[in-house]
Structure formats: structure tokens, C-alpha cells
């Protein structure tokens, strides 16, 4: 059971208003810039996160059946929609999102996981440096090691021992391979981000970098 089960959409408005914030004087080469979701740039990915913010449930299920179930299809036609035509106009839709509650469907939790991971995806490429709460990255943290959902965040974390040595985020058995390291680079890592397998430490890292490798 999550020790952080309250004030998930405060904390989604948290995050969302301090990316708006650290996006503001980016130059057009920034902009232009591949996040570490590498098909899309920064400003497709603030896209892609004002998406998030904009559609239902009942939306959501009519675009992936247009889309035939082809996710990458379906989140390129709604990135798409929240695109502006500068990367201004395209920061401004997602600050008009800041206070959605609007989610297609599952855990808040997993919602703030997709803002966490993405503002995460945006900064380390431009030297930004993270600026989430602890809290919000052990809620995150603990949503990942317990399900599957966005990304394959438990199938990740399986037979593995992952110990926070910033905050109470702990996962597995005392008798699998130690992972050990901040409570962010552990809800990344759990996420597909390779790169920040570089702040971890244990003998189960090299079987973790190998498992996001393969997402």
C-alpha cells in the first residue's frame, strides 16, 4: 500500500507550473533540442504532456481505435493537436493546463508519474536541473515498482531490491540484487531511462540498465 495516497493533483499542479517556469526563456535552438524521449523534440514533448491534460476517458478509446491501436499513431495525432504555431504558443497551452484534472483513465498516480518522467525527459537534455519533491517521486516510485501501465515499470523492477537512500521508497526482496540511489533516478530508471542508471549503485544496476536498454 502507497505511503503518500494524498495531495496527487496539488502535486501534479506542482510540477506542471515549475516545468512552464524553467521552459520560459528556452532559445529556439533549445527548443529544437531531441528530449530523451528521442522521437520527439522539447517542444513535441510539452505537446505531448498537454495532451495528457486534455483528454478523457471516452476521448482516449475513441482516438486509439482510430488509430488501430497503434499508440505511437494515437499519441502523435493528440501531440499534434496541442502543438502551437511558436514553441511559445506551445508553452502557453500547456500553462493553461496546469490545474486540469482531466486524465483518460487509472491511477492519479500514474499521471503524475507521466509529468515527473517527461519534465525529467525535457531537463537532462538542456542541463536543467530536476526539481521534484520527494514526495511526488515516492509516490511515483511506489505506482511503478507495484503495476504495469504507461510503461513497464514493474516488469523492470522485478527480482530486483531497489532501496531510495534519499527518502522510504523500498521495493522487492532482501534477497535480490541491491539497486540503491536517489528516489528520482530509481522511478526513471523504472521507466525506461537508461541515462540515470549512471546515479545508481549495486550489483543489480547492470541487470537494470539492461532492462531499460530493452524498453
Partial sequence: MSTVTTGIWPAIRVERASLVADLSD?????????????????????????????VGRLRWFRSAIGARFDFALH???????????TPAETLAIL??????????????RAWLGEVVVHGADIRRPLGLPPTTPLSASTAV???Y???????????????????????PFTAGSDDDPLV?????????????RAAFCDELSGPGVATLRDRCSAQ
Fill in 145 to 167: 515498482a507495484s503495476r504495469d501501465f504507461a510503461v513497464p515499470s514493474r516488469t523492470t523492477a522485478a527480482g530486483l531490491r531497489l532501496v531510495a537512500d534519499d527518502g
Fill in 95 to 108: 500553462r493553461s493546463k496546469i490545474d486540469s484534472t482531466v486524465r483518460p483513465m487509472g491511477d492519479e
Fill in 75 to 85: 499519441n502523435r495525432r493528440r501531440l499534434d493537436e496541442q502543438l502551437g504555431a
Fill in 141 to 143: 516510485a511506489e505506482f
Fill in 26 to 54: 528556452l532559445t529556439p535552438e533549445q527548443w529544437a533540442t531531441h528530449s530523451l524521449c528521442t522521437d520527439w523534440t522539447i517542444e513535441e514533448t510539452v505537446a505531448h504532456l498537454s495532451a495528457a491534460a486534455s
Fill in 180 to 192: 540503491t540511489g536517489p528516489t528520482l533516478a530509481l522511478v526513471l530508471a523504472m521507466a525506461g
